[in-house]
């Protein structure tokens, strides 16, 4: 079975600095890997997915996500962190192509980002 | 642009009544999912529906949870009898059946159960 690993709970950076929020995943066949980005008391938003192709992946508000296989990874990533990207981030993998394949969610991580 | 509605947004009950959530996915979306999320956990999936088609339920308390998406549209998760464990966000999630399509999810619902 599928699954997803998000090793940090909270990860704290200034703002302006570079932020990385980590991901690594299993799964028996080719990977689809997602992120989603949550607010309090809303649901989940798409960020970006990763296909197949070129490992950077850049989606919304520039983040970008870094895929590397041999690591199993899916790193999160930005540039210059802003305040606004404070929320509780979700790293997520499809188990495959058929429409019996389910989306698996990790167990988040808040990221805080300090003025 | 297209979103996944769910009703009620917030909703309070007594222990050992009924409840139900209201799931209208994407127009054009086969898959639906309903997901619950405890406060400050990951989603975790309860059931997923291919049209009308359960998929996978095995997440499901059966005992007092249900889901049916009867004509393949819209779906309804109704719990009965409510515990105090079942206090959580509900989340409706919808995608394309094939390839390698993300989830696209709607508002959540907070239940509180006292």
């Known amino acids: 079975a599928q699954s997803v690993a998000q090793p940090e709970d909270q990860v704290n950076v200034a703002e302006g600095n570079p932020l990385t929020v980590k991901c690594t995943y299993s799964?028996?066949?080719?990977?689809?890997l997602f992120w989603y980005v949550q607010y309090p008391n809303r649901g989940l938003q798409f960020l970006l997915k990763?296909?197949?192709?070129?490992?950077l992946v850049k989606g919304s508000y520039g983040f970008e996500a870094e895929f590397n296989k041999s690591q199993t990874s899916f790193h999160l990533k930005k540039p210059s962190a802003l305040v606004s990207d404070s929320a509780l981030y979700f790293c997520?993998?499809?188990?495959?192509?058929?429409?019996?394949?389910?989306?698996?969610f990790g167990s988040g991580t808040r990221l805080s980002i300090r003025p | 642009e297209a979103e996944v509605a769910q009703s009620p947004r917030y909703k309070i009950t007594e222990k050992s009544q009924a409840v139900a959530f209201w799931c209208d996915p994407i127009?054009?979306?086969?898959?639906l999912y309903w997901y619950r999320q405890i406060l400050g956990q990951g989603p975790e999936l309860l059931v997923q529906?291919?049209?009308?088609?359960?998929?996978?339920d095995s997440q499901l308390p059966k005992d007092r949870f249900s889901a049916e998406r009867l004509k393949g549209v819209d779906s309804t998760l109704k719990i009965q009898p409510a515990e105090l464990g079942d206090s959580a966000m509900y989340l409706c999630?919808?995608?394309?059946?094939?390839?390698?399509?993300?989830?696209?999810f709607g508002q959540g619902t907070r239940l509180t159960v006292v």
């Open positions: 999630a919808s995608s394309l059946s094939r390839g390698p399509a993300g989830a696209f």
């Open positions: 799964v028996s066949g080719n990977p689809y």
């Open positions: 990763y296909i197949t192709g070129d490992n």
């Open positions: 997520a993998v499809r188990d495959g192509y058929s429409s019996a394949s389910k989306i698996i």
């Open positions: 127009s054009g979306h086969a898959t």
């Open positions: 529906f291919q049209d009308e088609s359960v998929v996978d």
